[in-house]
């Protein structure tokens, strides 16, 4: 089978390797850059556990091929703490036990950052309808939009600090 | 319990503490067994077979031999010389009916889904697409699939050589066992009596699949002689046995390990058919091999759960006093017995009374093969269908009698004074407080304003109609005390193991054998050893889930960790302050009786002399310096084997809107309180209440199997089989009240499985209270908006439903404009 080579940043580095056109971005992000923590939990696109950031939006990395990253710029889970420091909406779900086995974790915290940076002031009913696309079966949900709605207080927080402190 | 327990010393316990496990998890640094790669990895990929029962007429797999990559190609008829015989650990019955059950099918498929080739290669890829050249030809066969169909004579047999489709058949009767009448006379006796009335129901309890979010995944390393076995397993300990059994190989050579496991709710208690055919292949090739299942086929071959069809009858007097209570179940086995199938109804079989006292009580359960998936445990197992059944009846004789639903419960149920109290089927629950725990839900919940607006919404026919439903619950968790386990003919016992190692730096490791896979054990033993030994939570660390770390342990299901692993860990850390006494009686020129510890201290009785338990750590470990005649180690062990079940029970009350146009259920209010015991951390139980509620409400809405008259399973993806998502579930208020167990030193319950025995007929008992009014009371789950929008099609409105009963002309109605609400006392209120 041919290959293509594609040229990607994934987590602030940049990668170049030839992949079969039919890769899926979350295969090639697993096996090829060995980014775990990105998983795969369904094979119909339905529980969103593989979900990136793809040039600063969520995708369900199962849904787009390696091919069509080709110049794009990726962020996973594993990119998501700078400098040794969470991610508010990381360090929400810890605070507020939005998670059990963990396994939705990196999908459910990756579409929730895209959710806030759509709404930063969402309603519960908007978190809700928000994280549709992602399946939990540990939490009953309530304590993952607890920790969305902590991350949006501590973003508008931390943003407020930051603009009075400058 | 407060910041600090005066009199324990105890500072962890009750404490919220945020977990452990968190770190990983949320940063993507987890060890899924998926994850794993070794140098020179083979990847297998599964044929199955699409057709529920037949004989493979031939396979043809040149094709696929030749594909690219392919490191060989095994059918069932090249692996069966080997592969042995997967186990069931639970003969119910002296003459149970057990199948063999092959890893691969050889000659005879069972159900859709079953394996019948093996296909390894370099690349999961490259396995995958060898498998697609697979040539299978079936002679199909007749298919059983419906379980009333299965048990007539002259059903075509899913297993020919048993001869029979029942697995076998299961009583318990209260007469007979001396623990309560004979429940033929209490229902013959109701029949005759005008001041009685029998009522019978049957109810269905669809199959559910267990939807773990981790698909199972397993990487076998062949070394030598030895295997190491990572694998996305409940029971790791008991996985190695099973496998050393299976295939004839010493225990001692196999090390197995769960990795970070991504939930289970028993789905992921077995040695499955996956785990030993990678087993298979990896010796074959002599190098390490992985496994991984799709969603699809997760679905089709991980076992599913429930699949029971409950035909109920219940005797009782008109002022509401149960008298009798007949169970008659046929519960679906699939095509095979795993580890416990045919055990799954008889852990209800103890429950159908509840909370209640029931005079006599009958059992009878008839175990029924079909060419399906395999069922066995998931979440609640047994219990929830119990518990279903049961409170599904009270809300029906509460209808016929016209008495408040609550009100009934409560002349019905064991008061707080009478504890410890003997059940019908001869369980002792030791402490509870039904009162406490319903009182606080009816507070909650604003009971009686919601009935005031239900018969508002009745009155002016509302099209959004308001539906209220209770469930009381009690469970018996904490599995199990293993002369219980031994009685009910189990393979195995219910102990736990636990041994805690002191380092020298005074750090501590704290083996177990119960293996978390998301319910937060680092963390909270992390906190009950904290305050054992008296030292910083930060020290301690939990390690699970490998055999050669924690020789010894039964596992995670049931309940149990807490209640059984949670105590063998109190057990090990007292004997670690029994050894480290006298060294620190030495280090202090003390005597041994003067030694006392306290918060982590040994100090010397009446004089400020003291030496921490980091510092005896150290110095046993220097061993310059300790007592003639002990060894020099503080590190103890413990294995704990329960004397009793736990009870952890509660009250939930479910309102539910109907919108009568579409049959849209929506539920508009969950209350419930949870009594489970102690809490060693209420952040972590609350979390385990929400989703096992959410697995329970979504039994009642949303989910189930559902197969075509082929066998073909028709909801094999996420597309199908309808997982709730954050916008389908309501939001919970939940509380608890706290009556200590009284069979273990912590006073804790056990929680894992509470949400979800409780939710189910919370729902639907909500769902038939709304549907009243149309002279409905049942209907089937899941009540997806078109079951519920049928039902009332054709149907009368009846906004006085209330005052008559619309459906039984055989029994008298009694009044019910007036019958009193929940009194909220202990008096009762029904009369």
């Given at each position: 089978m041919g290959t293509r080579r594609i040229s990607v940043t994934v987590d602030g580095v940049a990668y170049s390797d030839d992949v079969e056109?039919?890769?899926l971005l979350v295969h090639y992000l697993r096996e090829r850059l060995g980014k775990t923590g990105t998983v795969v939990g369904c094979d119909t696109s339905n529980c969103g556990a593989c979900t990136v950031h793809l040039d600063g939006r969520s995708v369900k990395s199962c849904s787009v091929l390696a091919v069509q990253v080709d110049g794009s710029d990726v962020t996973t889970i594993e990119g998501l703490a700078q400098n040794g420091e969470l991610h508010p909406v990381q360090q929400a779900f810890h605070e507020n036990h939005g998670l059990q086995c963990g396994y939705c974790t990196p999908g459910m915290i990756m579409q929730s950052v895209d959710l806030l940076k759509d709404n930063p002031d969402p309603s519960d009913e908007e978190i809700r309808e928000g994280l549709e696309g992602n399946l939990c079966?540990?939490?009953?949900y309530q304590n993952i939009v607890k920790s969305v709605k902590a991350a949006a207080k501590a973003g508008s927080v931390s943003a407020g600090v930051a603009g009075g402190a400058a | 319990m407060t910041a600090v327990d005066e009199t324990t010393g105890a500072k962890e316990f009750g404490q919220s503490r945020r977990r452990k496990e968190d770190a990983r998890l949320i940063t993507g640094r987890t060890k899924w067994t998926d994850n794993i790669v070794l140098p020179g990895m083979a990847h297998l990929a599964m044929v199955r077979s699409p057709v529920a029962s037949g004989t493979i007429a031939s396979i043809d797999v040149a094709d696929a031999k030749t594909s690219p990559g392919v490191l060989g190609v095994w059918t069932g008829a090249d692996l069966d010389a080997e592969q042995g015989d997967l186990p069931c650990a639970w003969a119910v019955t002296p003459d149970m009916k057990h199948p063999r059950r092959p890893a691969v099918a050889a000659g005879r498929v069972k159900f859709a889904g079953e394996i019948v080739a093996v296909i390894a290669a370099r690349s999961a890829a490259e396995a995958r697409d060898a498998a697609d050249k697979v040539i299978v030809d079936y002679d199909d066969l007749p298919v059983v699939l419906d379980m009333n169909e299965a048990i007539k004579e002259g059903t075509p047999l899913v297993h020919e050589e048993l001869g029979t489709n029942v697995n076998a058949t299961w009583i318990f009767d209260s007469g007979e066992a001396g623990t309560g009448g004979n429940v033929d006379e209490a229902i013959a006796a109701a029949h005759a009596d005008p001041d009685s009335l029998v009522i019978e129901r049957t109810f269905r309890q669809q199959r559910l699949v267990p939807a773990f979010m981790e698909p199972r995944s397993t990487v076998v390393d062949p070394t030598g002689e030895q295997l190491t076995v990572w694998s996305a397993t409940q029971v790791p300990h008991i996985a190695r046995f099973l496998l050393a059994v299976v295939l004839g190989i010493s225990e001692s050579k196999v090390r197995f390990i769960a990795p970070d496991v991504g939930g289970g709710f028993g789905g992921k208690i077995h040695l499955s058919p996956e785990e030993v055919a990678t087993v298979l292949i990896a010796r074959k090739l002599g190098k390490p091999v992985k496994y991984t299942e799709t969603r699809s086929e997760s679905i089709q071959s991980a076992h599913h759960g429930r699949d029971q069809i409950q035909k109920i009858t219940l005797s009782a007097k008109k002022d509401g006093t149960v008298t009798g209570l007949k169970v008659d179940l046929l519960a679906d086995m699939g095509a095979y017995l795993g580890l416990v199938t045919p055990g799954v109804p008889i852990l209800g079989a103890f429950m159908y009374n509840a909370i209640y006292k029931i005079p006599a009580y009958q059992f009878k359960c008839v175990n029924v093969f079909t060419n399906k998936v395999l069922t066995d445990a998931y979440r609640g197992a047994g219990r929830p269908e119990a518990t279903y059944a049961i409170e599904r009846m009270m809300d029906t004789l509460a209808n016929e009698l016209g008495v408040d639903p609550l009100a009934l419960r409560e002349k019905n149920w064991i008061k707080?004074?009478?504890?410890p109290f003997t059940s019908v089927c001869g369980l002792t629950y030791d402490s509870g407080n039904y009162e406490a725990a319903t009182s606080r839900a009816v507070e909650l919940f604003d009971y009686e304003g919601l009935r005031r607006e239900q018969a508002e919404r009745r009155a002016r026919k509302d099209p959004i109609q308001l539906g209220i439903g209770i469930s009381t619950f009690t469970e018996m968790c904490g599995l199990a005390p293993s002369r219980v386990l031994g009685s009910l003919n189990y393979g195995a016992g219910g102990w736990e193991y636990s041994a805690i190692r002191m380092l020298p730096t005074g750090k501590v490791e704290v083996l177990t054998g119960a293996s978390a896979h998301g319910q937060g054990h680092e963390t909270a033993f992390s906190q009950i050893v904290a305050d054992q030994l008296g030292v910083p939570f930060e020290d301690v660390e939990i390690l699970h889930g490998d055999t050669q770390i924690t020789h010894k342990g039964l596992d995670t299901?049931?309940?149990r960790s807490l209640v059984v692993g949670g105590i063998a860990i109190v057990k090990a850390a007292e004997k670690v302050i029994e050894k480290a006494k006298p060294i620190a009686a030495h280090l202090l020129e003390a005597n041994v009786a003067d030694i006392e510890f306290d918060s982590g201290k040994f100090s010397v009785a009446g004089t400020d002399k003291g030496v921490t338990i980091q510092e005896v750590a150290l110095a046993t470990f220097a061993a310059h310096n300790y007592p003639e005649g002990i060894e020099p180690s503080i590190d103890a062990d413990a294995t704990f084997d329960p004397e009793n079940f736990s009870y952890p029970h509660g009250t939930h009350l479910c309102a539910t809107e109907i919108d009568t146009e579409t049959g849209k259920v929506t539920i508009r209010k969950y209350v419930c309180v949870d009594d489970i015991g102690t809490v060693v951390n209420p952040l972590i139980a609350e979390g385990q209440v929400h989703g096992g509620l959410a697995q329970g409400i979504a039994q009642a809405l949303w989910e189930e199997a559902r197969h075509d008259e082929s066998g073909t399973l028709t909801t094999a993806t996420f597309v199908d089989y309808t997982l709730p998502t954050a916008a389908d579930m309501p939001f919970f208020t939940t509380d608890m009240t706290e009556t200590a167990s009284t069979s273990n030193p912590l006073g804790v319950k056990g929680v894992g499985e509470a949400g979800t025995i409780a939710s189910t007929p919370a729902v639907i008992n909500a769902v038939v209270d709304a549907l009243r009014p149309w002279g409905i009371d049942d209907i089937q789950m899941p009540t997806t908006a078109q079951r519920v929008w049928k039902a009332i099609q054709g149907k009368e409105f009846d906004a006085s439903v209330g005052a008559k009963d619309t459906r039984d002309g055989s029994h008298e109605a009694a009044p019910g404009n007036g019958a009193p609400l929940w009194s909220g006392n202990e008096s009762g209120g029904a009369q």
């Open positions: 056109p039919r890769t079966r540990c939490t009953g | 707080h004074e009478e504890f299901y049931g309940s």
